[in-house]
Nanobody
């Protein structure tokens, strides 16, 4: 059974840091993505990492967030530094598997990040 489980969310003051984890089981994903969704807003892509370690970030988090993966543990991390109130959202990881006929997405359940003083 393919499963993604996020952890590491919580309440942090502006300027603080958090590290989110996304533990995958059941398969190895080609791409791993972090998304976030704030109340009343659409879900947005925050960061991507390929199986080879190539990363890409949204402009709003570039230079503050860093995505990494530990292939031995089949886990992806999102290190978030210098957090701002506008980073408050539910953060989701998504795994993508490519096959000969297309791709399949798997989502985690999400973890809440709240940035507030």
């Amino acid at each position: 059974q393919v499963q993604l489980v996020e952890s590491g969310g919580g309440l942090v003051q502006p300027g603080g840091s958090l590290r989110l984890s996304c533990a995958a089981s059941g398969t190895i994903f080609n791409y791993m993505n972090w998304y976030r969704q704030a109340p009343g807003k659409q879900r947005e892509l925050v960061a991507t990492i390929t199986s080879g370690g190539t990363t890409k970030y949204a402009d709003s988090v570039k230079d503050r967030f860093a995505v990494s993966r530990d292939n031995a543990k089949n886990t992806v991390y999102l290190q978030m530094n210098n957090l701002k109130p506008e980073d408050t959202a539910v953060y989701y990881c998504k795994g993508v598997i490519y096959s000969g006929v297309g791709s399949t997405d798997y989502w985690g359940q999400g973890t809440q990040v709240t940035v507030s003083s």
